[in-house]
């Protein structure tokens, strides 16, 4: 097991309407978690059963907040999901936020 | 001239099947109920999980893989439990043993109290999460010892659709509820066909065998044995309309797990001397034998 924790600037409030839940904590799959915060930044909170790919997930979340503004918290718990599921997921959660 | 109010375009549309197998556990629960009347009970934001998963390097879900939705169906009060078969195998552990047990406490005090509430258990499960065994087997009689109280008072209506299966503790529960619905890929055993090649060698059960363990643990056998009350296709509106008749049909007269005369009388008759095959079971066990 490893918990990762990420920050990232957020320009907006309000960017996330209400709250989501997308995903199960299947083989390959992840869960994310995405609550709207009263903040100036984003904070993210992974919990996965595959330790050693903090780049990986820096990488992928980069991406993501390099489109995305909001002030939001994220948790993920995965469970071995590729860089490819956890983008879409992501997106997933955003949009059903909205 | 026609009155249908369909749309043009889906008249000449073949009919396509909606299928309930491919929906997640929560997706599952809410095709159930009426329109806006329900909400979820302990959902993933409550963030209740197992706190036993992490320290075995096993990711908890928010929701322990349990999702409760009460709501009504048909206009009727009614608690909707899923397991979702993809996290853990719908394993049950100590977190979503005791949201099903007290979900079902919460039926038994409505119904106490003058208000009809009806339950639905869609039961996607390997049994108990092995990573929580005693818990797990605590759970199973707490929920089992809530249900004999509940089904006294309100139909409890089982499904299991596949690909899962229920097996374990929880296909004892399936086997106590008041109606058991299963599809074709569903499956339904107390020992799962890998736990039995496991302990008794491949001769003895092989789960590589597909069409062996349909043949026995199978929807349509369980089902042509008089083991399941109602055999539907992979299809939402299919198994939506079995499980609201019988949840119309309201606490059943008889309960299969009542005959117990039946049952033993069944398997003293059965000849172990030669192999049974499963065309010949369907024969002796017919489910019109059951009454």
Wanted: net charge negative.
């Amino acid at each position: 097991m490893e918990t990762l924790e990420f920050k990232f600037s957020a320009k907006k409030k309000g960017t996330a309407k209400k709250r989501a839940h997308v995903g199960v904590v299947g083989s390959g799959d992840l869960e994310v978690l995405l609550e709207p915060l009263d903040t100036a930044d984003a904070q993210v909170r992974i919990r996965t059963s595959v330790p050693g790919f903090s780049q990986q997930w820096q990488a992928v979340l980069d991406r993501f907040f390099m489109k995305y503004d909001g002030a939001v918290a994220i948790e993920i718990n995965d469970a071995g999901a590729t860089p490819g599921v956890v983008a879409l997921r992501l997106a997933q959660a955003a949009e059903a936020s909205e | 001239m026609t009155t249908s109010t369909e749309p043009l375009s889906s008249v000449h549309m073949p009919k396509r099947r909606d299928s309930f197998i491919e929906l997640n556990g929560r997706e599952r629960a809410l095709v159930f109920c009426d329109l806006d009347s329900w909400r979820e009970l302990l959902g993933p934001f409550d963030r209740l999980e197992s706190p036993w998963l992490l320290p075995q390097n096993v990711t908890p879900q928010a929701d322990d893989g349990c999702i409760v939705i009460k709501g009504k169906i048909d206009g009727v009060s009614t608690v909707v439990v899923s397991m979702e078969p993809a996290f853990q195998g719908g394993s049950l552990g100590e977190v979503s043993g005791a949201k099903i047990c007290a979900a079902l406490d919460l039926a038994c005090r409505d119904n106490e109290n003058g208000i009809q509430t009806n339950a639905v258990l869609l039961l996607e499960t390997g049994g108990v999460r092995l990573t929580e065994a005693n818990l797990g087997l605590a759970a199973v009689a707490e929920i089992i010892s809530s249900l004999l109280s509940l089904r006294q008072l309100a139909p409890i209506v089982c499904l299991t659709a596949g690909t899962v299966g229920c097996f374990g503790g929880m296909s004892l529960v399936a086997a106590l509820s008041s109606y058991m619905v299963m599809t074709v890929e569903g499956r339904l055993g107390l020992n799962g066909p890998e736990v039995i090649e496991q302990e008794h060698g491949v001769e003895e059960f092989d789960s590589k065998d597909r069409a062996l363990i349909w043949a026995i643990d199978g929807g349509e056998q369980r089902y042509a044995t008089g083991l399941a009350d109602a055999l539907v296709q992979d299809d939402v509106g299919e198994i939506r309309q079995a499980v609201r008749g019988l949840l119309k049909a309201g606490v059943p007269s008889v309960y299969r797990s009542a005959q117990v005369d039946l049952y033993r009388k069944r398997i003293a008759a059965l000849d172990t001397a030669q192999q049974f095959n499963p065309e010949d079971l369907r024969k002796t066990w017919h489910r019109e034998n059951t009454k």
